[in-house]
């Protein structure tokens, strides 16, 4: 009888083959390969329903023991939003006036609005967490949702998405580290600076980092940071992403950043609306 | 062949249930790493080979819900299962506190490899305290959890003939 232990130089070999494919993945994906995009799409759609089926099941669960483990935060975050319900009634009719002023300007400049667009509402089927920040959705090409289209909860800007299958879709939250977009913040009566809104790794507020209009910028906290859009911007001007969490004045020619607190709780999110909207083409 | 079934399986379901209800018990950015876990088991259970293979298609099925480049996961997943395999055909005798021990250590690796990998490969936000912090919490909870899914993985994973890293030849 001949006992011995396993070919090591064969594991060796499977290991080496394994990580060139593994390293040859990677850089193609990097690259942009078309036939990956596929088999991820491909391979995605055959997982998604069971990953439907599953999200149906387990929502339900984690959001009540979310809810179990929450309840006197649940209670005081009950009691601010009652308030800012009554401000927001009062403000809302203080800006009828604005908005309607609004409206007749963005038409008569001819610039698309949010409403312009035709939206699919989207239940969100799972999390991803650690080093991103996305979601999957349910729903995908087969409803007319196509990358980089913009991702809503109550007109306000939660992602973008970034990976499309027939059936679902990958949602790049604004607080991923590889988000970015332009945006300019807006006070009660005015315009603000114009700069970059973009995620970061270990926060899960963004940074607004100006662009023009440094010197002598006060940023206030509670102030709202807007998409900029633009000519090729993915994004529709006058999205909501966030707030100034706290006061910040750019001296000089210095500018500081200023940190935004998503408005939506990106941690809780159930249902989604896809903006379909489409870049316009500059002349 | 029912085996390859029964990881297929496996693989399945550790990447559904890490992507969705595991996601809501994330602390400090993470959140428990159960295919990580699966990969430990069978490369205990079966070896560095089988742990490399096994590693790298769960691996790559997880990369297909990411938003990192495709094949990362499938990496350090596959490097993982071949250490702890080669790991394994050093220990005599398994103890009871082996599983959190394995499953922490394993965690921890498979995280190092994937943010340093992930950092040479252009995503160099990874390489941070912060990333750091994410695989050493991640690291801890599956260190709670080994002892209940590594025994269970390696249950399903094991051969009908339960020839292991030793082969006889008459």
Redesign the interface.
């Known amino acids: 009888?001949?006992?011995?232990?396993?070919d090591h130089r064969?594991?060796r070999v499977?290991?080496v083959m394994?990580?060139l494919?593994?390293?040859?993945?990677?850089?193609f994906?990097?690259r942009g390969s078309s036939a990956?995009d596929q088999a991820?799409s491909t391979?995605?759609d055959v997982?998604q329903p069971?990953?439907d089926l599953?999200?149906s099941v387990?929502n339900p669960v984690?959001d009540w023991?979310?809810g179990l483990g929450r309840a006197s935060e649940l209670q005081s975050e009950n009691d601010r939003l009652r308030r800012e319900l009554a401000q927001a009634k009062t403000d809302a009719a203080a800006g009828a006036a604005a908005r309607a002023q609004l409206k007749e300007l963005l038409a008569l400049f001819d610039l698309p609005q949010v409403e312009d667009y035709d939206g699919v509402v989207a239940d969100v089927?799972?999390?991803?967490?650690?080093?991103?920040r996305?979601f999957?959705i349910d729903k995908g090409t087969d409803d007319g949702i196509a990358k980089d289209m913009p991702v809503v909860v109550g007109g306000a800007l939660v992602g973008k998405v970034?990976?499309v299958t027939s059936t679902g879709a990958?949602v790049?939250r604004i607080d991923?580290?590889?988000f970015g977009v332009g945006a300019q913040l807006l006070d009660k009566d005015q315009l603000g600076p114009v700069g970059t809104a973009s995620g970061q790794?270990?926060s899960r507020n963004l940074v607004f980092a100006i662009i023009e209009g440094a010197a002598g910028v006060a940023m206030k906290k509670g102030e709202i940071a807007i998409t900029n859009g633009g000519e090729k911007s993915t994004y529709p001007r006058g999205l909501p992403i966030g707030t100034v969490a706290r006061n910040v004045t750019a001296g000089g020619s210095v500018a500081r950043n200023a940190e935004l607190q998503p408005i939506v709780d990106l941690d809780s999110l159930d249902v989604v609306k896809v903006l379909r909207y489409q870049a316009p083409v500059a002349p | 062949m029912m085996r390859r079934v029964r990881l297929g399986l496996v693989i399945l379901v550790a990447v559904v249930l890490e992507t969705t209800l595991l996601t809501h018990f994330d602390v400090l950015d993470a959140a428990p790493g159960l295919c990580l876990l699966c990969v430990v088991a069978v490369a205990y259970e079966d070896g560095a080979e089988s742990g490399a293979l096994f590693g790298f298609a769960i691996g790559l099925v997880l990369d297909l819900f990411l938003i990192t480049p495709i094949g990362l996961s499938a990496l350090s997943f596959a490097l993982t299962g071949y250490a702890v395999g080669a790991f394994q055909a050093g220990i005599v005798r398994a103890t009871p506190w082996m599983y959190p021990v394995l499953g922490g250590l394993g965690g921890l690796f498979g995280g190092l490899v994937f943010i340093v990998v992930g950092g040479i490969v252009g995503q160099d936000e990874l390489l941070s305290m912060h990333g750091v912090q994410v695989v050493v919490v991640g690291a801890l909870w599956d260190a709670l959890l080994a002892p209940a899914v590594i025994p269970l993985v390696r249950r399903i994973a094991r051969r009908p003939d339960h020839a292991g890293a030793w082969r006889i030849r008459r």
């Open positions: 009888v001949v006992v011995y232990q396993p064969r594991r499977v290991l394994l990580v494919t593994a390293l040859a993945l990677i850089s994906d990097e990956i991820r391979a995605a997982i069971v990953r599953s999200s387990f984690t023991l979310d089927t799972g999390q991803s967490t650690g080093f991103d996305t999957s970034y990976r990958v790049q991923d580290r590889q790794l270990d």
